[in-house]
């Protein structure tokens, strides 16, 4: 199954992402990225690819 890779190096935390799927993408305190799942099923892979494309910072891909 696909997967969500995360470049903590690249992220600054803007959130875009926990915005699009806040049960997926969550901030912390610090303002770290926490993934709860990183499995990318064929039917959240919309709103995964819309996370991906939003990133203001590119940090967000899908691995086949
Ligand atoms: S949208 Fe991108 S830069 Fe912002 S928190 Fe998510 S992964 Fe990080």
Partial sequence: MAKIVHDDVLCEAHGV???IDPSRFE???D???????????DAD??????AVI???RQALSIRE
């Fill in 17 to 19: 992402c926990t915005t």
């Fill in 31 to 41: 303002d770290r990225l926490h993934i709860h799942d990183h499995e990318v099923s």
């Fill in 54 to 56: 939003r990133c203001p």
């Fill in 27 to 29: 901030l912390d305190d």
């Fill in 45 to 50: 892979r919309p709103t995964v690819e819309q």
